[in-house]
């Protein structure tokens, strides 16, 4: 099954979204240690950019966890259906090697923001790992906000995928 057939049927809500990205990469790792790695990732500028996003926050009235420069270890990433994850919360998952995923949800009143991590197997212990962005706005702050953040987010993204892949925190 195509990858964004795959992300659809395991979370419906992505057919209907407002925006949905992805970022893809390759690695040797686990599905549970790709996502240690992205969840770890928290250098001086991601910690600058979530102090800004609390004043963001403030203005838009948004909910603000600064919860992003704590480290997370193998065994805090969660696979069970609602448990949490900084500000996420699992919908579902699997880590089975030939049919991994980890989809998880951050609600707020302006927004829903989910992350999907699929893993598609290339043999052996390769495996390309695809993370999607799925956004659905529930009112007029949704899309401001989002497109406020958005061009942060694509570069967020993209480093936390590749930490992930080199299987540091890389917090530097």
Known sequence: MPVRQRLEALLPAAKGADHVDVKSGVGEISLRE??????????????????????????????????????????????APGARVKVFEVDAAREAPDDAYW????????????????????????????????????????????NLIRPFHHLLVGAMLRAALRGGPGRG
Do not use: N, Q
Request: with cysteine; proline share 6%.
């Open 34 to 79: 790709f996502l240690t790695g992205m969840f770890s990732y928290a250098p001086c500028w991601v910690r600058l950019l979530f102090r800004l996003r609390g004043a963001l926050a403030r203005v838009l009235r948004l909910r603000h966890e600064d919860v992003w420069a704590a480290r997370v270890r193998p065994e805090d990433v969660p696979f």
């Open 103 to 146: 989809i998880a949800t951050g609600r707020d009143a302006h927004l829903d923001a989910a992350i999907a991590v699929l893993v598609e197997p290339l043999g052996g212990v390769r495996r390309r790992f695809h993370v999607y962005t799925v956004v659905t706005y529930k009112r007029w702050t949704g899309p401001l906000y989002f």
